[in-house]
């Protein structure tokens, strides 16, 4: 533990702001009511406010760029030097800007380190001399400072710290704004382990030393727009894959992990997504609406030497896309929970490495009963999960859950101590006067050393130490330094040593324990409404491909087609997404996409219109494209349209890219001009491609033209010989009314006066 470390210098500055009260400050307390940021990072990020509802003026930042030592040990300094620089971000001048160091009461139990994790703790126990950093910030002015401060002695800014334990710190930073007085403008907290005073006498490592296991997570959001030819969302893993970058940083401390004796007990996680996209990487790829992608040299070389390094190394398979098990369950989303746990053949196809069988991270480390129960079906035997997740079993060892239909599961529970440390307990919220993303903020891993020390160097029980960074980490690379060489001095100093997590795994636990949910960890679930559309689209592909089939050599496979599209779906229910709506929504959108390409390579093509009928069940000529590379049976569908009735019509069968000429035989019930749709549809009724508009024109007589000619014709006839009849008879009545004598001579007519 002599290297001292430059916490970020190398690596970018860590940000903090800080914010105060109303310009008509208090006098000279100190203690104005702004509470510390807590200590989360080597100086921890929070927003600061003073009451409830109310947003508080922010007068200062201040960044803190390096922090000699980390962990105060005896063959170590007798002082304490942070360094950086004070910005004023306030709208008026600052003069008299000082800084002082306090200190606590050494924290001596895990539930008061827990708490002080969580939330700054009382550090103002011990408060010395303030010393002045800055005589007078105009606006946006900003001053570098250093301050060292002795540990202990009668020195005005000695910190007095006299035996080992872990200490509350506070950095105190006081000020004059114009049309003010003097009050506390900043106030950050973090922990500062002391092994042991400088100068005395090493610690005696426990005859029981902490057993510790270390999970090196690669992962990274989905950025996979299309897989063939590979198109992605934006460029930025390429730079993440370059020397400098995130996951080259990783990789890197991942390969220095493994040297020395805490090799043994590291485990890397990675995601087959990940993996997946790098390798396509490394093939050429475009990136969308930008052109050629500037990443496929990094691609390859990152690709190359992590397959160097995991060689015959412990490895997991995150879930593929890591996916949001728990929203996977809840949907009903059967298929897509299969595909999830089948990453592991990607990691094999990759790395060339077997990934550890029947085992499971989920995504925070969470799982429900129904979920459990669903990957215990799946052939699932061992989890990784936080400590929140189960209920009533203390310690941090392993633990069994009894399944009703199926063998025990067991469960190695991550320290969520030490774990949630190098996570932050702010990092979803914006800080104040910051307006960097949470995701892309730097993070320090000093109240990280503060909990491994305190379980390795104060605890000494000898209890399972599981160290898991966040998924997506983005410590610098000196903060990821810092982290393994605080870990390989506990091990080389005989306070730790290093477990495999096979060996964790190789006999069952005799503690039983039951799942717990936290409620925040359901909060943050990729929500039910997207979930309900990936079902949805789920559904439509899957009836897509039953369509399909591949009877020929000269047809691809429909798994060929289908297969990318369900991991886009896949995509939009990552673990990556949870209490990020809007970029489940877009990752889903980018898969519906792909899926209405492929509905739309099957067409219909509109003929020169109109469209002549010369009889009455002439049919209508229709020329259908198949765009795909597989056949497709499709069914035609011509829409409701006064004048026209369609007939049952057969299924057809689409040559792969072949095109066909078909008659749709229809009935036309009466002459004239008139427009028909026409669409395709699959056998279960999932539409195909655009719907085509035609023109009709009918110059023939229908059924029911002919009928009522026919029944006008009859009818006509009827009339007529009914009038004949009638004359025929009225002639031959009136005939018979005429008397005739026996001369048959008429007699004369009377006159009309006789």
Request: net charge neutral; hydrophobic share 40%; glycine share 8%.
């Amino acid at each position: 533990m002599k290297r001292l470390l430059s916490a970020l210098a190398a690596a970018g500055v860590l940000v903090v702001s800080t914010a105060s009260a109303a310009s008509a400050a208090p006098v000279d307390t100190g203690r104005l009511p702004v509470r510390p940021a807590p200590a989360t990072q080597v100086w921890a990020t929070r927003a600061l406010s003073s009451q409830p509802g109310q947003q508080s003026q922010v007068w200062l930042r201040l960044d803190v760029e390096e922090m000699t030592p980390r962990v105060i040990t005896a063959d170590g300094p007798d002082s304490i030097t942070i360094s950086g620089k004070v910005v004023n971000v306030g709208d008026r001048p600052i003069e008299e800007i000082e800084l002082r160091l306090e200190r606590g009461q050494p924290l001596t139990g895990e539930d008061e380190v827990r708490k002080a994790l969580r939330e700054p703790t009382d550090a103002e126990v011990v408060q010395p001399r303030f010393t002045r950093v800055a005589d007078r910030l105009e606006q946006n002015e900003s001053k570098p400072f250093r301050l060292t401060v002795p540990l202990r002695g009668n020195d005005p800014t000695s910190l007095q710290v006299t035996e080992p334990g872990i200490y509350p710190i506070l950095a105190n930073i006081n000020g004059v704004p114009a049309y003010g007085g003097r009050a506390r403008l900043a106030a950050l907290s973090t922990l500062l382990p002391v092994l042991a005073m400088p100068g005395g006498q090493a610690p005696t490592p426990p005859a029981t030393p902490a057993k510790i296991t270390l999970l090196w997570p690669l992962a990274d959001r989905p950025r996979v727009v299309t897989g063939s030819p590979t198109v992605l969302t934006d460029d930025e893993l390429a730079g993440s894959l370059a020397m400098g970058g995130r996951l080259y940083g990783l990789l890197m401390a991942y390969e220095s992990a493994l040297t020395g004796p805490l090799g043994a007990g590291v485990c890397l996680a990675v995601d087959p997504d990940l993996l997946r996209t790098v390798e396509a990487m490394t093939q050429g790829y475009e990136v969308r609406g930008q052109g050629a992608g500037k990443g496929k040299s990094a691609a390859e070389l990152w690709r190359d030497r992590l397959r160097l390094v995991a060689a015959g190394r412990c490895v997991i398979a995150l879930p593929d896309a890591d996916a949001d098990l728990v929203a996977l369950t809840r949907a009903e989303l059967t298929g897509l929970g299969d595909l999830a746990l089948a990453g592991a053949e990607v990691v094999r196809e990759v790395l060339g490495v077997q990934p550890t069988q029947g085992l499971t991270w989920p995504e925070e480390g969470v799982l429900d009963q129904a979920t459990l129960a669903g990957l215990t079906g799946r052939g699932v035997t061992s989890l990784v999960l936080d400590q929140s997740a189960v209920a009533g079993t203390p310690g941090t060892g392993p633990v069994r859950f009894d399944v009703a239909e199926g063998k025990p599961v067991t469960a190695v529970r991550v320290d969520g101590m030490v774990s949630d440390a190098l996570q932050g307990a702010a990092t979803a919220r914006p800080v104040a006067g910051v307006t960097t993303p949470s995701e892309t903020r730097p993070v320090s891993v000093q109240n990280a050393l503060a909990a491994l020390t305190f379980r390795a160097g104060f605890q000494s029980t000898g209890q399972n130490v599981v160290i898991a960074p966040p998924r997506r980490w983005n410590a610098p690379t000196g903060e990821v330094d810092t982290l393994l060489r605080a870990a390989k001095s506990l091990v080389a100093d005989g306070f730790a040593t290093p477990v495999g997590l096979e060996a964790l795994l190789a006999s069952p636990p005799a503690q039983t324990a039951a799942l717990s949910y936290p409620v925040e960890a359901g909060a943050r679930e990729v929500p039910p409404t997207v979930t309900a559309a990936v079902s949805d689209s789920w559904l439509r592909l899957h009836q897509l491909s039953e369509s399909m089939s591949q009877p020929d050599a000269e047809s691809a496979e429909p798994a060929d087609l289908v297969a990318p599209l369900r991991l886009s779906l896949l995509r939009a229910v990552s673990g990556a997404w949870r209490g990020d709506e809007d970029g489940a929504r877009a990752a889903l959108g980018l898969a519906r996409e792909q899926i209405d390409g492929l509905r739309e390579q099957v067409t219909v093509t509109e003929p020169n219109s109109p469209i002549l009928l010369g009889s009455g069940d002439s049919p209508i000529p229709l020329s259908i494209k198949n765009r795909l590379d597989v056949r497709i049976t499709v069914r035609i569908v011509i829409e409701d349209t006064p004048g026209i009735v369609a007939r049952d019509l057969t299924d057809i069968e689409l040559p792969a890219r072949g095109d066909r000429l078909v008659r749709v035989p229809v009935e036309v019930q009466r002459s004239g001009r008139f427009p028909v749709h026409v669409r395709l549809v699959t056998t279960s009724g999932v539409e195909l491609g655009e719907r085509a508009r035609l023109e009709v024109s009918s110059s023939a007589y229908g059924t029911i033209t002919v009928v009522i000619t026919c029944l006008a014709g009859a009818a006509l006839v009827l009339l007529s010989a009914r009038r004949i009849y009638r004359r025929v008879r009225a002639a031959r009545a009136a005939s018979a009314q005429v008397p005739n004598d026996a001369s048959g001579v008429t007699p004369p007519e009377r006159s009309s006066t006789s």
